[in-house]
């Protein structure tokens, strides 16, 4: 199946505005980002912990609807689904 990853603010510069990947058809955000972190070491250093946690600061959504990453990231995604990344946002 094809899952969209859209990557914004200081993401966007690491991984490039938008990426189609192909994966599993049991696949959930966790294996996602996982799967992105793996092909793409500033990425990983950026969005997850030493310890292989994501960073509290990581907004994530799927299909426009906000997730909470401490309780979703075992969501099953689904062919045509998309995951957009957020970094922090600063403002002034």
Do not use: C, W
């Amino acid at each position: 199946m094809k899952i969209k990853v859209r990557a914004f603010a200081s993401f966007r510069e690491i991984l490039g505005k938008e990426l189609d990947l192909e994966s599993r058809d049991d696949t959930t955000a966790a294996d996602l980002l996982a799967e992105l972190a793996s092909r793409n070491k500033r990425f990983k250093e950026a969005a997850f912990e030493e310890s292989g946690q994501l960073r509290d600061y990581v907004l994530l959504m799927i299909n426009r609807k906000r997730i909470d990453p401490q309780k979703d990231l075992l969501t099953r995604l689904h062919d045509g689904d998309e995951l957009a990344v957020f970094p922090p946002v600063a403002g002034g």
